[in-house]
């Protein structure tokens, strides 16, 4: 007897307040409604969101952050930002030589992930981009996926920083402001297992107030997790050493870490 095909779950009821699950041909959608139609013109169009915005006249690509493309924005999001953008998921690690950008369709898909994720850290006073859409491709066993997002316009990641104003008070001054968004993640609940300097945004002349990106992988808990602050600065005390400074010196990872702390 053959089995059939895992289909993605439903979970309407437990969607954000706002969002509302759509298909377009064989895309299943979730969107704000202010995106809704949007998404059904750019999947009617090229077939994907991200096929969409990598084409338009106005397009624009995020170097170093993968598959990302910007657009003029088609309507107001929660935040009106003039721009929004469409991130294709890609896997990483060893596996990504295998599926690429391929993902099980088991349990909840990444865009899915995601939107509860950055709406409960918006909820809870977390500095992240407002998602407007998330949008699934299955095909057989597997899915491919894209999400739309506002865009925090002319931002730099602390990877950008730390690069170009090594042991300066900027750099201290981001270093620290990154450090206190560990605790105020953890604080909400929140562990980012992906916290990195590529994933940390600050606007143009303003490194006290840190953006996250990037919370696909997150895990939201109702309770504190006294060690999820630890973990977080560990991790990101990896990346920012990884990242090093425009003068090739290499950074310790204990100086790094006094750095996070706002002890430097």
Known sequence: ?????PTLPRRAGNDP???GRHRFGSARVIALPAAASWAREAIEAEGTLHDWASSGPESASFAGRGEVYSFQAP??????RKRWAVRHYRRGGAVAAR???RYLRLGRSRPEREIHAASAARARGIRTPAVVAGAVYPAGMYYRCDLATEVVTGASTLADVARDTDGTRAWLDA???AGRLATELAGAGILHVDF?????LFEEGDTGRPWVIDLDRARVSNRRDSDAAERMLARLTRSVVKVG???GESLGDGEVLVALRGKA
């Not at 007897?1 to 095909?5: E, G, L, N, R, T």
């Not at 309507?75 to 009106?80: E, I, Q, S, V």
């Not at 990195?196 to 940390?200: C, Q």
Request: charged share 20%; aromatic share 4%.
């Open 1 to 5: 007897m053959m089995m059939a095909s």
């Open 17 to 19: 307040a706002d969002y």
């Open 75 to 80: 309507a107001d999001g929660p935040d009106r």
């Open 99 to 101: 599926l690429g950008d």
């Open 175 to 177: 270093m620290a402001a």
């Open 196 to 200: 990195n300097a590529h994933n940390i």
């Open 245 to 247: 400074t425009p003068t």
